[in-house]
């Protein structure tokens, strides 16, 4: 089940890098979509049928209409293809409500967003609202090239370009170095935030750890990853599920998600993603250990231990009680 939809034509596409394009998307029903925080992102569900997330990355107060850019990956399920291959200005459309798990934090003194890639995009979102409430923020940008560079011209015009530095044709073997320089007046209050591939995004968090506390880190995955080594067999092969506010109880058995199981009993829990990227199937923990399988949580979050991602995680008890 999805929650809250919209049908919207596309008002304008445009190549903004190879392999990347983004979409200007207004509703066809006329009415403004609301503001939305930076950082969020939508589901949008392709002409294949094939529903993926992508970040939002125009101006956040303007309501007329969203922005979103999609990278072209032929290896995908084909949310991607789809969408570069058969979406046209006059295209119709579904997505859904803006949902944020990368948000701005409130108290910082300092943000460093670091991107590389598709990865820009929602960083982009965050840079129009820290130009707006003119607070110190630098936003650095890897790109393989200048051509591969997308929003580039946007970035380098102000009001960003006092805030943008760009990096091109890093190297694996440079890329510590350019990071440290990218932190280096990191002090206390700084806040970092990464989106881009896997492996860049672990390397911006390991030389963020260095700077500032790990709850001072953000970051968005947009692709599940494998779980890591270890992780599979910490969680029980079968627990128990219960709604606290009925009672109601269900075995989770191996091979099924909590999400599977409580819609055998005719309870559907919202999912988008079903992958553990977006954060859609979000349930509150009253009691219990989960064994957290998501990409989304925030290592906070995780430790605390009172949330849980339904579609992907499962248990370490044998029972958890679900805040539902
Ligand atoms: S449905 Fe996306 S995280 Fe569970």
């Known amino acids: ?48 049928g094939i529903t993926r997330q992508y970040s939002l990355c125009g101006d956040p107060e303007r309501v007329d209409t969203q922005l979103f850019a999609v990278k072209n990956e032929p290896e995908s399920r084909g949310g991607s293809r789809s969408l570069h291959d058969d979406v046209a200005v006059g295209s119709e459309l579904t997505v859904g409500a803006p949902r944020n798990l990368f948000q701005l934090a409130p108290d910082a003194r300092r943000h460093v967003l670091i991107g590389a890639g598709i990865g820009i995009t929602p960083l982009l979102s965050m840079a129009y609202r820290l130009v707006r409430l003119d607070v110190p923020f630098e936003l650095h940008y890897f790109a393989r090239s200048e051509a591969h560079a997308a929003f580039l011209p946007l970035l380098t015009q102000e009001p960003f370009a006092r805030h943008v530095r760009v990096h091109f044709g890093v190297v694996a073997d440079e890329l510590d170095a350019s990071l440290a320089t990218c932190l280096a007046n990191a002090s206390a209050g700084t806040h970092l935030y990464t989106c881009g591939p896997a492996p860049f995004m672990d390397r911006v968090v390991a030389a963020g750890e260095a700077c500032v506390p790990a709850d001072a880190i953000h970051l968005e995955r947009f692709a599940a990853e494998p779980a890591a080594p270890g992780e599979a067999e910490a969680a029980l092969e079968s627990f ?48 219990g250990e989960p064994e957290h399988r998501d990409h989304c949580l925030s290592k906070a979050e995780r430790a605390s231990n009172k949330v849980i991602c339904c579609c992907v995680s499962r248990s370490r008890s044998p029972l958890l009680v679900l805040d539902l």
Request: aromatic share 6%; proline share 4%; hydrophobic share 40%.
């Open 240 to 287: 128990d599920v219960r709604i606290a506010t009925t009672g109601q109880t269900v075995k989770v058995a191996k091979g099924t998600s909590i999400v599977d199981a409580f819609a055998a009993i005719g309870i559907e829990i919202d999912t988008s993603c079903g992958e553990g990227v977006c954060g859609t199937c979000m349930i509150g923990v009253i009691e």
């Open 1 to 48: 089940m999805q929650a809250t939809t919209f049908k919207v034509r596309v008002d304008a596409v445009r190549d903004e890098a190879p392999g990347i394009r983004s979409f200007r998307i207004a509703r066809l029903d006329g009415q403004p979509f609301g503001a939305y925080t930076p950082g969020a992102h939508i589901d949008v569900t392709a002409p294949s």
